[in-house]
């Protein structure tokens, strides 16, 4: 078993209601396994985040490792790392 510190900021907070949590893990979590358990621990509030309508996975989220971006959904995060999730940063128009 592994302990990770989940961080939660902007509506990924919002959802879980808190800042920060411990997640006690099988070794062989991966950063796909933590998205799952945390869509179904938050139900519906997380699960926007992590997939469309039809349920197909489009994150608006990014997650960082120790405050670095990782794509790689397959990444097994080891014991006492930290997972940041964080939303993505739209842009819109300027004028000037």
Request: hydrophobic residues 40%; glycine residues 6%.
């Amino acid at each position: 078993m592994k302990s990770i510190t989940v961080r939660y900021f902007g509506s990924s907070s919002a959802a879980a209601r808190k800042r920060s949590e411990t997640l006690v893990l099988n070794d062989d979590a991966t950063l796909k396994s933590i998205i799952d358990l945390l869509t179904l621990k938050y139900d519906s509030s997380m699960r926007n985040l992590f997939y469309d309508r039809q349920g197909e996975f489009k994150p608006l989220v990014m997650l960082l490792v120790n405050g670095r971006a990782v794509d790689d959904l397959s990444y097994t995060p080891r014991d006492g790392e930290e997972v940041s999730i964080t939303p993505l940063i739209a842009g819109g128009s300027h004028r000037l």
